[in-house]
Every structure is written in structure tokens, then in C-alpha cells.
């Protein structure tokens, strides 16, 4: 499997040119229409190279977009259509740390991104993640949503996720996290450029799993979860689970 730690402070440029044939039918765009109102103010954290941040524009009156990797946020600063005025930019940060003030947001919104808290720290992951979620709350407001985007298989057609990540989804259903799928498929212009981005990403099996070689589609589902800030909060403080392992 692909080391994505590395692919995010080495390959920008390339992980950028693989999620631009993403969702080429525009439905991360159109779910997030539903489920923001204009107005919003939005703090994005594991943005990467800007691909969900301008989806993030229309609805955002004020914004914020946040990653841990240097180059990845340099490639954004270059590559962002960033030309809405209420857009503050880009800042490094860890999810469990974000720097911002209390109460300052009505959305925090994370795509592809929470699930290597869970992924990088195998041992005591659960505990690491609620460490993320009780920041995120900290920077909401009180009538705030947290909103993460998560892939549920690539190469699949319907939702069927890693199993290094059913865990890690399993417990934000458990946490009140409500949750909604879709069809984000890849469309490549051509084998050549397909190849090249699946094996780099994904590894060398996938490009077993691209649909048409004349138009080359690689089909992927998404999951995308949603929790009030208030109901989150209920279940990580008030009930105390007890952590996963």
C-alpha cells in the first residue's frame, strides 16, 4: 500500500492532478449545496492542495482552511482560485490543535483527512480521534456541525470501505455521527494518464478496476458524515465511552 504521508509532503503536484479527475459528475458539490446554507462560516482542516475548499466557497461567508503538510498547503496557495473575499487562507495545523479561537465557526468540515488519526495511530487511535472531535467542537458554535468526508472504497460500487477504517467509521456512527453516501468516480482522459495516478495513489491493483479504456472511469463511493455540535458533544462527554482499541 501506498505511504500517503509521504505522497502528502513529497507529491503535491501529482496528488493534485489525480483528485482533479475526481467526482467528475459533481456530487460532493451538489451534497454539500444541501447541506450548508449561505452565510456560512466555515473552518476546513486537512484541506490538502484546495480541491474541497473552492467546492466550500459558495456557501462561506468567512473561511478558513487548514493542513498539516507544508507542501500541500503551498501547492494550494498556487493553485486556489482563492478570489472570495471571505476567504482568510491557508495555515498548517494538526487537528488536534487548531489555531483558532473559541466558538468561531458554524461549520468544520474535513475531507479524506480524519481517517489517518485512526490509521497512523493504531494503538490508541480512538483516543486520538476524540481528541480531534473535541476540538473541532471547541472551535464551533453552539448550533455548529461538524461535517467529514470519507472514502467508502475506490474501485467500488457500492460502499464497501477499507478494513483498516471500519473501525475508526464504525465509531463516529456510534457517536451520534449521522451519515449520507455517494458516487465521487474518476474520469481520466486517457489509460495512460489513469494508470500513472491510480498505481502512484492507490497502488498497482486498481487500474484492474478502471470501468471503460476509452473513457476510463474509476468508480468510488463517499461517505459523508454529519453531527451537530450539541449531540456530539453529548455522547463524547456526557456518556464517557470507554476507548476503542
Not at 140 to 151: N, S, Y
Not at 189 to 204: H, I
Not at 214 to 227: R, S, V, Y
Request: aromatic residues 10%.
Amino acid at each position: 500500500m501506498t505511504e500517503h504521508d509521504k505522497v502528502y509532503k513529497n507529491e503535491a503536484e501529482r496528488y493534485h492532478a489525480l483528485v482533479s479527475f475526481e467526482d467528475y459528475q459533481n456530487n460532493l458539490a451538489h451534497a454539500l449545496v444541501q447541506l450548508m446554507s449561505s452565510g456560512e462560516t466555515v473552518l476546513e482542516t486537512g484541506a490538502g492542495t484546495g480541491r474541497v475548499t473552492e467546492l466550500l466557497f459558495p456557501a462561506s461567508v468567512d473561511m478558513i482552511s487548514l493542513d498539516l503538510s507544508l507542501s500541500m498547503l503551498s501547492y494550494a496557495r498556487r493553485v486556489s482560485n482563492t478570489g472570495n473575499t471571505g476567504f482568510r487562507g491557508y495555515a498548517c495545523s494538526d487537528h488536534r490543535n487548531l489555531p483558532v479561537a473559541a466558538n468561531q465557526f458554524s461549520r468544520v468540515i474535513s475531507g479524506w483527512s480524519v481517517c489517518y488519526l485512526a490509521t497512523w495511530h493504531k494503538n490508541n487511535w480512538a483516543e486520538v480521534v476524540t481528541s480531534a472531535l473535541c476540538e473541532f467542537l471547541r472551535v464551533l458554535r453552539p448550533d455548529g456541525q461538524v461535517i467529514l468526508i470519507e472514502t467508502l472504497g475506490t474501485g467500488k460500487t457500492s460502499p464497501e470501505p477499507p478494513p483498516h477504517m471500519t473501525g475508526y467509521l464504525e465509531f463516529l456512527e456510534e457517536n451520534g455521527v449521522s451519515k449520507q453516501w455517494i458516487r465521487t468516480d474518476y474520469q481520466f482522459p486517457n489509460m495512460s494518464q489513469a494508470r500513472n495516478l491510480t498505481e502512484f495513489f492507490f497502488g498497482p491493483e486498481m487500474i484492474n478496476k478502471i470501468v471503460d479504456s476509452t473513457k476510463p472511469i474509476l468508480p468510488e463511493c463517499t461517505g459523508i458524515w454529519m453531527c451537530p455540535s450539541g449531540k456530539l458533544k453529548q455522547n463524547l462527554y456526557v456518556k464517557n465511552r470507554s476507548p476503542h482499541t
